[in-house]
């Protein structure tokens, strides 16, 4: 192989290429398409907020019997053949212009015009034989790090329910950060979305245990339509504008700093139905952080204060321990 030439592409050429015969999308190596309709989707949403994909890799060659340029898809079948299914209308995606999933017949003309000319990176293989092919091929589909659950999970799906919470999460990335509740490396691996499809699921079930399947399967269930997303998305911006309200220190310096008691915190916040002022609510949680760090033996506690120390130091997702602390938070801060 001589080299690798990186450029951008915009969507209306690799069109083109497709319609003229010129683009090889199923070479032997290459296996059968198996996104699903909720990744395909996600990747069209993708390409309109104007957000970075993968670069695709292709082999570029001379077909010399057909006297054609031929450019063979080593790597990014999935991604360009949703493309090229978007563009035939067989589905629809998530537009940022458009309330419901749009199909490219129901943009209008500047929409589509936009579309068609967003570009995507494309490395060509000049000149490589079979040997380069199959050895860059099992390169780029290698994975080094062991993934995490959720890291499994965003890489499993793409649908309603997975766009939502991540689009969720990174809107309070200042949020996580300023007040310490998670670090800039449990964002980058991911700690943050999965607090916040937690978050979600007990907003819509009520307070309940902690189980990686029962994420998996909400997840899945709803990875085709999320109904309850604007109302969730409401509910949530309403306990995070008060949050925002308060004093940093009344979160940053105290054990709400912890996601699980600002995960009690939250789910509390969202529950109450009488109204709580920011100064009432700083003063509250510095009284039960200043508790909670007393000098007091554990043993010289009362039963409710040491059964509430226990619950935010171990089993913390267990539903008994988020009941405990659910139970002394309210009735420290008085919210019914």
Known sequence: MERVDYERIVIQDL?????????????????????????????????????????????????????????????????????????????????????????????????????????ISVGYL????????????????????????????NAQFSGEFKQFCLGQAAQRVTIWRDLGVFTANDIARMNEVQFTSELVMNLIDGLSDYSSKKVDDYYQQYDEDFQKAQKISQRMEKVFSLIAKL?????????????????????????????ISPSALEEGLFAIDKTYNSDVPIAGRTKTEADFYFACTASTQRIKSRQIRDAYIRKALKLK
Not at 127 to 152: H, M, P, Y
Not at 254 to 273: A, C, E, W
């Open 15 to 119: 069109l083109n290429l497709n319609k003229s015969g010129e683009l090889n999308l199923n070479p032997w190596y290459q296996r059968r398409s198996v996104w699903t309709q909720p990744q395909k989707a996600y990747l069209i949403n993708t390409l309109f907020e104007q957000k970075p994909v993968p670069t695709c890799y292709i082999r570029h060659y001379l077909d010399v019997d057909k006297e054609k340029s031929i450019k063979e898809v080593v790597d990014g079948q999935q991604r360009i053949r949703a493309i090229l299914e978007y563009e035939k209308g067989e589905f629809a995606a998530r537009h940022p212009d458009h309330e419901n999933r749009v199909k490219i017949s129901d943009l209008t003309a500047s929409q589509k015009a936009k579309f068609k000319m967003t570009a």
């Open 126 to 153: 000049i000149n490589a034989d079979d040997t380069d092919v199959i050895e860059i091929f099992g390169r780029l589909n290698s994975v080094a790090k062991t993934l995490n659950g959720q890291e499994k999970r």
């Open 247 to 275: 004093a940093p220190a009344a979160i940053k310096d105290t054990i709400f700093s912890r996601s699980p008691l600002f995960f009690s915190l939250f789910v509390i916040l969202d529950s109450i139905q009488t109204k």
